[in-house]
Nanobody, 127 residues
Protein backbone atom coordinates (compact mmCIF):
# COMPACT_ATOMS: atom_id res chain seq x y z
CA UNK A 1 0.00 0.00 0.00
CA UNK A 2 2.27 2.76 1.24
CA UNK A 3 5.33 3.34 -0.91
CA UNK A 4 8.41 5.12 0.36
CA UNK A 5 11.33 6.00 -1.87
CA UNK A 6 14.59 7.37 -0.48
CA UNK A 7 17.09 9.46 -2.40
CA UNK A 8 20.09 11.66 -1.75
CA UNK A 9 22.62 9.10 -0.61
CA UNK A 10 26.18 9.01 -1.84
CA UNK A 11 29.83 9.11 -0.87
CA UNK A 12 31.28 12.00 1.10
CA UNK A 13 34.36 12.74 3.13
CA UNK A 14 34.32 13.01 6.88
CA UNK A 15 32.88 16.35 7.93
CA UNK A 16 30.72 16.63 4.85
CA UNK A 17 26.97 16.90 4.52
CA UNK A 18 24.15 15.11 2.76
CA UNK A 19 20.42 15.68 2.60
CA UNK A 20 18.26 12.59 2.27
CA UNK A 21 14.71 12.70 0.97
CA UNK A 22 11.88 10.22 1.30
CA UNK A 23 8.89 10.54 -0.99
CA UNK A 24 5.71 8.91 0.28
CA UNK A 25 2.78 7.77 -1.83
CA UNK A 26 -0.25 5.49 -1.62
CA UNK A 27 -0.80 6.41 2.00
CA UNK A 28 -4.08 4.87 3.15
CA UNK A 29 -3.78 6.03 6.74
CA UNK A 30 -2.17 8.95 8.46
CA UNK A 31 1.27 8.04 9.74
CA UNK A 32 1.37 10.12 12.90
CA UNK A 33 5.11 9.83 12.90
CA UNK A 34 7.87 8.90 10.48
CA UNK A 35 11.51 8.15 10.94
CA UNK A 36 14.95 7.48 9.55
CA UNK A 37 16.97 4.35 10.27
CA UNK A 38 20.47 3.19 9.50
CA UNK A 39 21.83 -0.29 9.05
CA UNK A 40 25.54 -0.90 8.67
CA UNK A 41 26.75 -4.14 7.04
CA UNK A 42 26.34 -7.03 9.46
CA UNK A 43 24.84 -4.80 12.13
CA UNK A 44 21.39 -4.27 13.56
CA UNK A 45 19.11 -1.55 12.25
CA UNK A 46 18.99 1.49 14.49
CA UNK A 47 16.55 4.36 14.70
CA UNK A 48 18.25 7.68 14.11
CA UNK A 49 15.44 10.21 14.13
CA UNK A 50 11.67 10.47 14.05
CA UNK A 51 9.10 13.23 13.76
CA UNK A 52 5.38 13.35 14.45
CA UNK A 53 2.57 15.47 13.04
CA UNK A 54 3.09 18.09 15.74
CA UNK A 55 6.68 18.52 14.67
CA UNK A 56 8.05 16.93 17.81
CA UNK A 57 11.29 15.09 17.13
CA UNK A 58 13.39 12.36 18.66
CA UNK A 59 17.06 11.71 17.93
CA UNK A 60 19.55 9.03 18.76
CA UNK A 61 22.41 10.34 20.87
CA UNK A 62 24.86 9.45 18.13
CA UNK A 63 23.31 11.92 15.68
CA UNK A 64 21.79 14.60 17.89
CA UNK A 65 23.19 17.99 17.01
CA UNK A 66 24.38 16.77 13.63
CA UNK A 67 21.25 15.40 11.94
CA UNK A 68 17.93 17.16 11.51
CA UNK A 69 14.69 15.47 10.51
CA UNK A 70 11.94 17.48 8.86
CA UNK A 71 8.77 16.93 6.88
CA UNK A 72 7.07 18.71 4.00
CA UNK A 73 3.46 17.68 4.41
CA UNK A 74 2.34 19.43 1.23
CA UNK A 75 4.63 17.22 -0.83
CA UNK A 76 4.50 14.12 1.37
CA UNK A 77 8.24 14.20 1.72
CA UNK A 78 10.47 13.42 4.68
CA UNK A 79 14.00 14.79 4.95
CA UNK A 80 17.13 14.08 6.89
CA UNK A 81 19.79 16.76 6.84
CA UNK A 82 23.09 15.20 7.86
CA UNK A 83 25.99 17.44 8.80
CA UNK A 84 29.44 16.76 10.21
CA UNK A 85 29.33 13.24 8.87
CA UNK A 86 31.64 10.63 10.34
CA UNK A 87 32.88 7.30 8.96
CA UNK A 88 30.69 5.53 11.50
CA UNK A 89 27.67 7.09 9.79
CA UNK A 90 28.27 4.79 6.84
CA UNK A 91 25.38 2.46 6.11
CA UNK A 92 22.09 1.99 4.37
CA UNK A 93 19.55 4.62 5.34
CA UNK A 94 15.85 3.84 5.38
CA UNK A 95 12.79 5.96 5.93
CA UNK A 96 9.70 4.46 7.50
CA UNK A 97 6.10 5.29 8.36
CA UNK A 98 4.48 4.41 11.66
CA UNK A 99 1.90 1.69 12.07
CA UNK A 100 -1.73 2.78 12.05
CA UNK A 101 -2.40 1.79 15.63
CA UNK A 102 -0.40 4.67 17.00
CA UNK A 103 -2.39 7.73 17.96
CA UNK A 104 -1.86 11.39 17.30
CA UNK A 105 0.97 12.75 19.36
CA UNK A 106 2.84 9.46 19.59
CA UNK A 107 6.51 9.26 18.72
CA UNK A 108 8.96 6.37 18.56
CA UNK A 109 12.29 5.33 17.05
CA UNK A 110 11.78 1.63 17.60
CA UNK A 111 11.82 -0.40 14.35
CA UNK A 112 8.79 -2.35 15.54
CA UNK A 113 6.69 0.81 15.60
CA UNK A 114 7.00 1.27 11.86
CA UNK A 115 4.92 -0.58 9.31
CA UNK A 116 6.20 0.61 5.94
CA UNK A 117 9.78 0.95 4.80
CA UNK A 118 11.63 2.30 1.81
CA UNK A 119 14.26 0.38 -0.13
CA UNK A 120 17.05 2.43 1.35
CA UNK A 121 19.78 4.71 0.08
CA UNK A 122 23.47 4.10 0.67
CA UNK A 123 25.60 6.62 2.53
CA UNK A 124 29.35 6.16 2.64
CA UNK A 125 31.59 8.45 4.65
CA UNK A 126 35.35 8.21 4.18
CA UNK A 127 37.95 9.49 6.60
Amino acid sequence: QVQLVESGGGSVQSGGSLRLSCAASRITYRPYFMGWFRQAPGKEREGLASINSDGRTSYADSVKGRFTISQDNANNTLYLQMNSLKPEDTGMYYCAAAAAYFSRGSLSRSPGAFRYWGQGTQVTVSS
